[in-house]
T-cell receptor, first 111, second 116 residues
Framework: SQKIEQNSEALNIQEGKTATLTCNYT??????LQWYRQDPGRGPVFLLL?????KEKRKERLKVTFDTTLKQSLFHITASQPADSATYLC??????????FGTGTRLQVFP | NAGVTQNPKFQVLKTGQSMTLQCAQD?????MYWYRQDPGMGLRLIYY???????DKGEVPNGYNVSRLNKREFSLRLESAAPSQTSVYFC???????????????FGEGSRLTVL
């Protein structure tokens, strides 16, 4: 069956460190992979998109990698801050108008 | 710019009651979506509308109906609510899904529904 897996356990890190979140998928060949941020009680907000022919994408303190051979994306936040605490969702674009989401990983950054 | 607006924000229903969740977007997007989010299950697509006048089933359409009233509005109806439909419902919109679509979605703030 088709699955998108994110670590269901919360990731707790100290302020200033790099947070790394993982998204693994099976039985998909996505054209794009996206990452969203979701704060408690709010809707998800788009952060970054990476295409299948791109290895890495950066935006300020955020970096995303996409390995189509391993079927994995890594999401990095460098110099993390308490304000980065949220749940992060990966999503795959599997065809026109179709976006499939992972279950999300909660990140907690401690001062 | 309001983006995607959902109403109501909170609703409590009794089993068997019906209700409609309203969604409107002001970004002139062609595609609109309804997702539900449950603990441990992530966001699951209920129905989507690629353009005005069209609707299609997503992953979990049973027990729901939708109406794409016009380009701005996309409603979700529960005809006979069941406790299994207790969830947080999100409406989203995006630019056209055809030809090189990258899929960025813009979400509303959610509608929290409890069915007793």
């Amino acid at each position: 069956s088709q699955k998108i897996e994110q670590n269901s356990e919360a990731l707790n890190i100290q302020e200033g460190k790099t947070a790394t979140l993982t998204c693994n998928y099976t039985n998909y060949s996505p054209a794009y992979l996206q990452w969203y941020r979701q704060d408690p009680g709010r809707g998800p907000v788009f952060l970054l998109l990476i295409r299948e022919n791109e290895k890495e994408k950066r935006k300020e303190r955020l970096k995303v990698t996409f390995d189509t051979t391993l079927k994995q994306s890594l999401f990095h936040i460098t110099a993390s801050q308490p304000a980065d605490s949220a749940t992060y969702l990966c999503a795959l674009v599997t065809g026109a108008d179709k976006l499939i989401f992972g279950t999300g990983t909660r990140l907690q950054v401690f001062p | 710019n309001a983006g995607v607006t959902q109403n109501p924000k909170f609703q409590v229903l009794k089993t068997g009651q019906s209700m409609t969740l309203q969604c409107a977007q002001d970004m002139n997007h062609n595609s609109m979506y309804w997702y539900r989010q449950d603990p441990g299950m992530g966001l699951r697509l209920i129905y989507y509308s690629a353009s005005e006048g069209t609707t299609d089933k997503g992953e979990v359409p049973n027990g729901y109906n939708v109406s794409r009233l016009n380009k701005r509005e996309f409603s979700l109806r529960l005809e006979s609510a069941a406790p299994s439909q207790t969830s947080v419902y999100f409406c989203a919109s995006s630019e056209s899904g055809t030809g090189g679509w990258s899929g960025e979605l813009f979400f509303g703030e959610g509608s929290r529904l409890t069915v007793l």
